[in-house]
């Protein structure tokens, strides 16, 4: 059996990091080598993973992949790390600004990474199907309607705009409706209405840990590949 990839999860503490802590626990194909937060941590080393403050990322030993569930505040210090030791990196934090959106693009050159505004699987598979459908379905119609939680801000969600870019970039004219009601996690439907005959094509997610589950899987798939901007559907196989 080979050596399991050694992961860096930047934002330990939060609902993402403590998703991924989760799920490596029972994955025999990774290794936590270093968990990091922000502030210092409490305990040094919980159920055999060693934390680190963020202001000690430069001490931190050697490892294959870092993911990345922060705040943009941390970004710029990992990112720098992982040029610095040619290693891949997964970033799902949201928010980043153009100076960061730029980094990014320029660590690509010398990295291979991926970056996210969601890592579902389903999702990253939805997209490839609205592309086709609109590229298969001209002059249809095409509506993407999103359903989230009362507190969630901004709408349309970065997910809806994503999956509306895909269909604009074969011509459609999309509009979009959101919901926001109850604790819903996220639905995005996508609708292509023609004369007489109407497609959707329908995502729902029940848990936040889909996001962690498509991160580790994107992780796991990235190492080892050459310097590049990959997306999800690119780490799919
Ligand atoms: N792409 C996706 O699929 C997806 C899905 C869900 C969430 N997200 C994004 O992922 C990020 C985290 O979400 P969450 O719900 O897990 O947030 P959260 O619960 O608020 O956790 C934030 C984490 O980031 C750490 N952190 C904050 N500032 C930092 C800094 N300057 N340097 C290093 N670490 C820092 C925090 O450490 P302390 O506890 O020490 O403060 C904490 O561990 C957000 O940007 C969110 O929008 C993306």
Redesign the pocket.
């Known amino acids: 059996m080979s050596a399991p990839t050694r992961l860096l999860i930047?934002?330990?503490?939060?609902?993402?990091?403590?998703?991924l802590l989760r799920l490596c626990e029972d994955n025999p194909a990774c290794a936590v080598v270093a968990a990091?937060?922000?502030?210092s941590?409490a305990q040094r080393v919980v159920d055999g993973v060693p934390f680190f403050?963020?202001s000690e990322?430069a001490a931190v030993p050697a490892f294959d992949v870092a993911i990345?569930?922060?705040?943009?505040?941390?970004?710029d210090?990992?990112l720098e790390l992982c040029r610095k030791r040619g290693v891949a990196l997964v970033?799902?934090?949201?928010?980043l600004d153009e100076a960061q959106r730029l980094a990014l693009a320029a660590a690509a050159t010398r990295i291979p990474l991926v970056w996210?505004?969601?890592?579902?699987l389903g999702v990253a598979v939805l997209a490839e199907l609205v592309e086709r459908a609109a590229a298969a379905l001209p002059g249809w119609d095409v509506d993407v309607v999103e359903a989230h939680h009362a507190q969630k801000k901004d709408a349309p969600s970065g997910t809806a705009l994503t999956l509306g870019e895909g269909a604009a970039s074969h011509g459609a004219k999309v509009a979009y409706a959101s919901l926001r009601a109850g604790d819903i996690v996220g639905e995005h439907t996508v609708q292509f209405t023609g004369l007489g005959e109407r497609l959707e094509l329908v995502h729902r997610a029940g848990s936040?840990d889909i996001?962690?589950r498509?991160?580790l899987h994107a992780a796991l798939r990235l190492v080892g590949r050459p310097p590049a901007a990959y997306r999800i559907r690119d780490l799919l196989d």
């Open positions: 930047h934002g330990a503490s939060g609902r993402m990091g403590q998703a990091v937060t922000q502030r941590p403050a963020a990322l990345d569930f922060s705040l943009p505040a941390g970004f210090a990992l970033s799902g934090t949201t928010g996210a505004s969601n890592f579902s936040r996001f962690a498509g991160a």
